[in-house]
């Protein structure tokens, strides 16, 4: 099996898909992890609970960020389990949503991981060997590539992109090149979009945040905690290297960005040239300088409030949908003097989205206000692929042997787009994958 992601989503339809899966359990007899976002390893812990014993391939940074991301979820899972119980007392109502799991499950779970380093080739049953290679996506992030030998002899060859990611992230190194396979199971998220341009980042971002200072108002960033903080934090040291932005505080308040930007610092065989000269040779540290504080108490998270002048605020969850994010937002939303940046995608129905749509009545916690502080987008700072880069990754590979590319990991639209966009390219076949459908290889 690879990849054992949770659904996410409008939180009934998730809970219930996560919670009828079927758990193919007693067919697997190893799993293979390709990065550590929790639409790829957020089911595992139930999976080990409805009985896997095999284990768990992942490079070692992967199995520190799931670790993270699951423990984080199931505290949330308890903490929801908690409120929903409180209030279906009050009501006089039965309660009896459980769960799915528990950090002990999460803990167990941790025990099946057997960590693997790129490149170095691994057999995970008598007939297949994997062998991981960078993906650019995330830190830990990867592609895997199976050899599985056939009966008569010889190997078929399948490569899975996992989420495949962009070249000049900040980092971590860019995506590498598997060697030919005949089959490719592939991401398609953005299927149907092209990114802006890299380069305009830093500009765009002193061009913002000196706005704001200017103004002497704050700047507000939502961000994922797992790598688009770590990102932010890598420009905005860059910035301020170069003097492009004033000198203001800047605060990453989230625990979990603390936590995660300490597993980065733990994994420097997974950093870019850039990223290892910068510890090696020059002893700086990427992730934190001078005017740069990680916050994670709540009462210093609370002090941020009361903070008069510009600053620069990052902080979780990335769609606005819950965590300290949304008491900053409440701080600041209603006075013009300060900006909101949305660096990542914003489902819909989340506050993110309304953010972003510039609506300008926007509640939060329970509360309306109305919107007068100014709402700036940058795109380019997306973890996945667009449709040319992918174009771009799978035209290295030889295409001659490429029997076919089957998608997966997408929406609708984008699938068929990609799909049409790599066949009009000369890829022999593409096919759209339907869940629970199967496929013979050969
Ligand atoms: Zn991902």
Not at 167 to 190: A, F, G, M, Q, W
Request: net charge negative; aromatic share 8%.
């Amino acid at each position: 099996m690879v990849d054992c992601g949770a659904f996410q989503g409008r939180r009934q339809e998730a809970d219930e898909k996560n919670r009828t899966w079927d758990g193919t359990e007693s067919s697997v007899s190893a799993t293979v992890l390709t990065h550590a976002h929790f639409d790829h390893c957020g089911l595992l812990p139930l999976l080990c609970k409805k009985g896997y014993k095999g284990n768990i391939y992942s490079t070692a940074a992967t199995r520190d960020l799931a670790n993270l991301i699951l423990m984080d979820s199931a505290k949330i899972q308890d903490r929801d389990a908690e409120y929903l119980r409180k209030q279906a007392a009050r009501k006089g109502e039965k309660f009896t949503w459980e769960p799915l799991y528990r950090e002990a499950d999460v803990i167990a779970a941790m025990e099946q991981f057997v960590t693997v380093s790129y490149k170095r080739p691994i057999f995970v049953s008598r007939d297949a060997e994997v062998t991981f290679y960078d993906a650019g996506h995330i830190l830990g992030s990867s592609l895997a590539r199976f050899s599985v030998t056939r009966e008569g002899g010889g190997t078929i060859d399948i490569g899975f992109s996992g989420d495949l990611g962009r070249k000049n992230k900040p980092i971590i190194r860019d995506p590498s090149l598997i060697p030919p396979v005949d089959y490719l199971v592939l991401e398609s998220t953005y299927g149907d979009r092209l990114h802006e341009p890299a380069d305009d980042i830093l500009n765009r971002l002193a061009q913002i945040a000196g706005h704001a200072v200017k103004h002497g108002g704050k700047l507000i960033i939502p961000a994922f905690a797992v790598e688009r903080t770590q990102d932010l934090v890598f420009y905005l040291h860059l910035l301020s290297d170069q003097k492009r932005i004033q000198n203001v505080p800047i605060f990453v308040d989230s625990p979990m960005a603390v936590s995660a930007t300490a597993i980065f610092k733990l994994h420097p065989e997974c950093y870019d040239e850039e990223t290892r000269n910068a510890f090696t040779k020059h002893h700086a540290n990427p992730f934190g300088f001078n005017n740069l504080t990680f916050i994670e108490n709540v009462e210093a998270s609370k002090k941020l409030n009361d903070l008069t002048g510009p600053a620069i605020i990052i902080s979780s969850s990335g769609m606005c949908e819950a965590g300290r994010i949304l008491h900053h937002l409440a701080h600041t939303i209603a006075d013009p003097k300060n900006i909101v940046l949305i660096v990542g995608f914003m489902a819909k129905d989340t506050l993110g989205r309304k953010i972003r749509d510039r609506e300008r009545q926007i509640k939060i916690l329970g509360e309306t206000y109305i919107r007068r502080a100014e709402v700036e987008e940058i795109g380019a700072l997306s973890s996945h692929a667009d449709y040319n880069e992918i174009w771009e990754y799978v035209s290295g590979l030889d295409l001659k042997r490429l029997k076919k590319i089957f998608l997966v990991h997408g929406e609708h639209e984008a699938q068929a787009h990609l799909q049409e966009f790599l066949l009009g390219k000369g890829v022999q076949a593409v096919d759209i994958v339907k869940r629970g459908e199967t496929y013979e290889l050969n």
